[in-house]
């Protein structure tokens, strides 16, 4: 399994970013993807996952800013991030199981290289 993220980079405080994960090794209509980050000196935490029906779950600081979505057709997973705030600033992950709830805890069985998103203020 290959999971390929990209579209990091740095931006101002307000704007906006899309992060895109393109997985490979997997019947991708078949798995949960998800986004996961870490901070400086901070664990890891949940963004958000999307199911095989597209079902979604979001962090709470993320809801009506952030939006998963996944292109089966693509084998791709997007990240749209709007109005970031310099709290953003981590290391985004992407990762992938068949279980939804594995997704969400965090111990999907494959993970991304992770893209790095700096928001400045």
């Known amino acids: 399994v290959q999971l390929q993220a990209s579209g990091g980079g740095s931006v101002q405080a307000g704007g906006s970013q899309r992060l895109a994960c393109a997985a490979s090794g997997i019947t991708f209509g078949r798995y949960t993807m998800g986004w996961h980050r870490q901070a400086p000196g901070k664990q890891r935490e949940l963004v958000a996952a999307?199911?095989?029906?597209?079902?979604?779950k979001y962090a709470d600081s993320m809801k009506g800013r952030f939006t998963i979505s996944r292109d089966n057709a693509k084998n791709t997973v997007y990240l749209q991030m709007n109005r970031l705030e310099p709290e953003d600033t981590a290391v985004y992950y992407c990762?992938?199981?068949?279980?939804?709830?594995?997704?969400?805890?965090?111990?999907?069985?494959?993970w991304g290289q992770g893209t790095l998103v700096t928001v400045s203020s």
């Open positions: 999307i199911s095989v029906a597209g079902a979604t």
């Open positions: 990762n992938s199981d068949p279980r939804f709830l594995m997704v969400v805890a965090g111990r999907g069985g494959s």
